[in-house]
């Protein structure tokens, strides 16, 4: 069973703030990481994706990778309102039939206060 | 682009009925994926399709559920007979194909089971 583990919530940060989300992974095969939003009540939607050690960036998010702790993390800067959501991390291990699988964590819900 | 369409968006059945979901996957998209999620707990994959082949299965409750995906492009998805504890929201999503490459969730379709 591939386990993928997330800091328990629920996370509450003051606007302006930097949100810390942090993820572990139990198979070191695997290869594909993405971060998704949920908002309650609706599907999840892709804000991030990361494949390589390092960090990466897109606007307020930035996406971190490190295999050899088997760690990633999504950090959102400048915290808004609009952010209070539940972030989901998934990953995905490409081994036979388990390609594209993939295996998400329980989230974390953050709330971001005015 | 036309998104993920999933119909219906809520239904509410009986224990021992059975049920439905149906799934329009974004088009030229091969993948397809059916998930399971339990509110607070993040969506659990129950049948994989990689055109119109089912790629995996093995949580799915087969005793109970079954899904196909004719012609490799909509699929189904059916409950017979329902349980409590299927109450839950069914996420479909779809990625052009398998492997690293992200999926794309519908709106889901939320049971409810009494």
């Known amino acids: 069973q591939k386990e993928v583990e997330q800091n328990s919530g629920p996370l509450s940060v003051p606007e302006g703030a930097i949100a810390s989300l942090n993820c572990t992974y139990s198979?070191?095969?695997?290869?594909?990481f993405f971060w998704y939003r949920q908002y309650s009540g609706k599907s999840p939607e892709l804000i991030m994706s990361?494949?390589?050690?390092g960090d990466k960036e897109d606007g307020r998010f930035t996406a971190q990778l490190n295999k050899a702790s088997q760690y990633v993390s999504l950090l959102i800067r400048d915290s808004q309102p609009s952010d209070s959501a539940t972030y989901l991390c998934?990953?995905?291990?490409?081994?036979?039939?388990?390609?594209?699988?993939?295996?998400f964590g329980r989230g974390t819900q953050l709330t971001v206060w005015p | 682009e036309a998104g993920v369409a999933q119909s219906p968006r809520y239904k509410i059945i009986e224990k021992r009925q059975s049920v439905a979901f149906w799934c329009n996957p974004i088009?030229?998209?091969?993948?397809l994926y059916w998930y399971q999620q339990i509110l607070g707990q993040g969506p659990k994959l129950l049948i994989q399709?990689?055109?119109?082949?089912?790629?995996?299965d093995s949580q799915l409750p087969k005793d109970r559920f079954s899904a196909e995906r004719l012609k490799g492009v909509d699929s189904t998805l059916k409950i017979q007979p329902a349980k409590l504890e299927d109450s839950a929201v069914y996420l479909c999503?779809?990625?052009?194909?398998?492997?690293?490459?992200?999926?794309?969730f519908g709106q889901g379709t939320r049971l409810t089971v009494v």
């Open positions: 998934a990953v995905t291990v490409d081994r036979g039939s388990t390609l594209g699988r993939l295996y």
């Open positions: 198979d070191r095969g695997s290869q594909s």
């Open positions: 088009s030229g998209h091969a993948t």
């Open positions: 399709f990689q055109n119109n082949g089912v790629v995996d």
């Open positions: 999503a779809s990625s052009p194909v398998g492997g690293n490459t992200e999926a794309f």
């Open positions: 990361i494949y390589s050690n």
